[in-house]
């Protein structure tokens, strides 16, 4: 498995809210008002650390799933240096959610196994290999205590994430979204976060996110996908455990800790 599709779509609304209190580089400003998460620049535009991380863990064909209107993205990957990397680009022409976005790579992806991963977040190796490791479909879930202990994301953001129901042979039974009190109650713990990393393979995934109806926010969402899967077409989806942190580029907020955190990094496409 040597393919990776990237999430790059998002309107980033939060990101281009001034919250008045988060002191940015001038360029830094420029980028976060575009709402373009993916190329907030530190040493080098947040998502090159991002995709050096895929390339780590062994990914050589990358697809973006742009906007129309990303110019920026487009330009930039068409003509930065790479070694490790082939970029390839798809075009969700309306935001309607993470499935609609991954039907849009449906032409790179074929029948293949590949990866899915966020633009705005920096995933930690460990994770990108374990899923490269599966035999078949998978998402690592990420241990939530762990997240508010060793991430960057406030513990009131992590606690709002979804969490996965996981069966005691390991396999993932439902990504709950927002769940209630009672039902964490209820779930074993460690409490595994999805953060939108997957494992999937487009013998089957692209059936599941055509045959999905929109949420209540009118999106299609690769989660109700994934459960379309598991439920109705049997397949079965590992769950790997994880203790690691994930870097989260959200808001403005975020980009003084972020920063940081990104530090004596490399950059290595």
Known sequence: MNKVVVLARGLGKRMRQDDGGSALRSDQQRQAETGVKALVPFDRPFLDYVLTVAADAGFERVCLVIGPEHDEIRKYYTEVEAQRLQFEFAVQTDPRGTADAVLAAQDFVGDDDFMVINSDNHYPLEALQSMRALDGPGLPCFERDALIEMSNIPAERITGFAVVEVSAEGDM??????????????LPRPLGVSMNCWRLSGDHIFAACHAIEPSVRDELELPTAVQYAIDTLGIRFRAVPLQAPVLDLTSRTDIDQVGERLKGLSVQL
Do not use: N, Y
């Open 173 to 186: 039974l439902r990504v709950h979204e927002k769940p209630d009190p009672e039902l964490l109650a209820r």
